[in-house]
């Protein structure tokens, strides 16, 4: 299935560093980084899992390239399963280029994105959802979604999708065998308890979607635009935002030139937020465009933190952010608490309901309050995050179909139905229980996977 070629690319992110790693796997890794590897040992020779030290060379030439660190790994006990080489070498552009271009004229070829787990996948080293985690590990971006990447990496939801195929394999023989002994007529205590048992699965698989549509928010975040009108506080709440909640990334100048974005962790969820504040300008033209950019940040959002001025009254404007605002979920952010209060806010909201929260972005009060209030909103408070929940759209789109079939099933038999279209509904279910885990796969599925990661992982 997978050819003799061996691949090979630089593992380490583009730039200057300590080292840069360049990987090879194949049935002849080995064999080629001998081609261009000298020192004390022969990779061919040396036993699984070591390291040497010594330079690589161009194939042929013995132009030296680089001093490096070789670390030899035979199959199957590698991450591809394949005979693998590691090569560290200095860690600058140059150095890995040339080491990965000696590794090319010496026989290997450039990996595509994601080929080594793509390959770790194909010889069974990991299942798909497994594979998938490996992603989630490498653009984790708190301690709480790493933590249940790894957890998925070493096969806690695959178990679980395994546990639900087995007990629908084991309904289908239950369906079976019931058939056989009523020559072609199910009998009823058996076909009512076979009802019960697509019943309880159909259960387990709703409270695995309803988690995992969480665990989606979970891990991929949220997002939230910061309006309101000038001067009312937005950058100042941004900045108090990105500081007590240790920002993941350091806001940024945006593709705009006055957006400001920056990530920030509420809890273990990651949140994007975008400030609007500097779309406004005394400027009447760059005005419009502040409002057409204020309401594609509302648009691309989740949601909204709308920022009033809360020490003078209520203004003509405030109301009409709101009224843009509020197409999406809101909290009625309170700013300048620290000074005396004066405004209304159901002057602005029409009496209408919303959350509200008093903070000082001056003076950094009122955050904590602020999070409870986002992750009330997102839908995340008191979430734990659990591994065993299915963390991606496809596995939700499978767990749906695998739904779908068993309440199919389920009615059938409530409307007596031929056993064999249960059975054909319940197989249904099956399969796409074994589409999660990579059992039965299409290549443009795995295509469509693998090009999400990177070239060398
Ligand atoms: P933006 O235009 O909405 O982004 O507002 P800024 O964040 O630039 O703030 C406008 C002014 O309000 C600045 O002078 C801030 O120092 C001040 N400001 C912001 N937040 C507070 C606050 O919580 N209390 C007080 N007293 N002043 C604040």
């Given at each position: 299935?997978?050819?003799?070629?061996?691949?090979?690319?630089?593992?380490?992110?583009?730039?200057?560093?300590?080292?840069?790693?360049?990987?090879?796997?194949?049935?002849?890794?080995?064999?080629?980084?001998?081609?261009?590897?000298?020192?004390?040992?022969?990779?061919?020779?040396?036993?699984?899992?070591?390291?040497?030290?010594?330079?690589?060379?161009?194939?042929?030439?013995?132009?030296?390239?680089?001093?490096?660190?070789?670390?030899?790994?035979?199959?199957?006990?590698?991450?591809t399963g394949e005979n693998t080489a590691e090569i560290s070498c200095h860690g600058g552009i140059v150095p890995a280029r040339r080491v990965l271009s000696a590794?090319?004229?010496?026989?290997?070829?450039?990996?595509?994105?994601?080929?080594?787990?793509?390959?770790?996948?194909?010889?069974?080293?990991?299942?798909?959802?497994?594979?998938?985690?490996?992603?989630?590990?490498?653009?984790?971006?708190?301690?709480?979604?790493?933590?249940?990447?790894?957890?998925?990496?070493?096969?806690?939801?695959?178990?679980?999708?395994?546990?639900?195929?087995?007990?629908?394999?084991?309904?289908m023989t239950d369906l079976e065998l019931s058939l056989d002994f009523a020559d072609g007529d199910v009998v009823f205590p058996e076909i009512k308890a076979i009802a019960e048992k697509i019943y309880n699965v159909i259960t387990t698989m709703e409270e695995m979607m309803q988690a995992g549509k969480r665990a989606i928010t979970f891990r991929e975040?949220?997002?939230?635009?910061?309006?309101?009108?000038?001067?009312?506080?937005?950058?100042?709440?941004?900045?108090?935002?990105?500081?007590?909640?240790?920002?993941?990334?350091?806001?940024?100048?945006?593709?705009?030139?006055?957006?400001?974005?920056?990530w920030i962790n509420v809890h273990g969820i990651p949140l994007k937020l975008y400030d609007t504040a500097g779309f406004q300008n005394a400027d009447n033209v760059v005005e419009a465009m502040g409002i057409e950019k204020t309401r594609e940040a509302i648009q691309n959002t989740s949601f909204v933190l709308f920022v009033v001025d809360g020490s003078v009254p209520s203004q003509q404007e405030d109301t009409e952010i709101f009224m843009r605002a509020k197409e999406k979920p809101l909290i009625v952010v309170i700013n300048k608490i620290d000074l005396s209060k004066r405004i209304i806010i159901s002057d602005i909201t029409g009496g209408n309901s919303y959350p509200e929260c008093e903070v000082s972005a001056k003076e950094h009060t009122g955050i904590e309050r602020l999070n409870t209030e986002i992750l009330e909103l997102i839908g995340a408070k008191d979430f734990k995050v659990d591994s065993a929940i299915p963390t991606r759209a496809r596995h939700l789109m499978h767990i749906t179909g695998a739904v779908r079939n068993l309440k199919a099933a389920y009615q059938g038999i409530g409307e007596n139905r031929s056993p064999e279209l249960i059975a054909y509904d319940i197989r249904e279910a099956v399969r796409s229980l074994?589409?999660?885990?990579?059992?039965?796969?299409?290549?443009?599925?795995?295509?469509?996977?693998?090009?999400?990661?990177?070239?060398?992982?």
């Open positions: 299935m997978l050819g003799d070629e061996t691949i090979a690319a630089i593992a380490t992110p583009p730039g200057i560093g300590g080292i840069a790693v360049i990987r090879l796997s194949g049935k002849n890794a080995l064999i080629i980084t001998e081609k261009i590897f000298i020192g004390k040992d022969s990779p061919c020779e040396m036993e699984s899992h070591r390291v040497v030290y010594g330079r690589i060379v161009e194939p042929e030439k013995e132009e030296e390239i680089d001093e490096v660190l070789l670390t030899v790994l035979h199959a199957p006990h590698t991450y590794c090319i004229s010496a026989g290997a070829r450039l990996a595509e994105r994601g080929e080594f787990t793509k390959r770790a996948f194909l010889n069974g080293k990991m299942d798909l959802a497994q594979a998938e985690a490996v992603l989630d590990i490498v653009s984790a971006k708190t301690k709480e979604g790493l933590r249940s990447a790894l957890e998925q990496r070493d096969g806690v939801l695959s178990r679980r999708i395994r546990g639900l195929r087995d007990t629908l394999v084991s309904i975040g949220a997002s939230a635009a910061i309006v309101g009108r000038p001067n009312v506080g937005k950058s100042s709440l941004l900045n108090a935002l990105l500081l007590e909640e240790r920002a993941i990334v350091t806001p940024v100048p945006g593709t705009t030139r006055d957006i400001i974005e920056g074994r589409e999660i885990i990579g059992e039965v796969n299409a290549q443009e599925v795995l295509d469509t996977i693998f090009q999400e990661f990177c070239v060398g992982k």
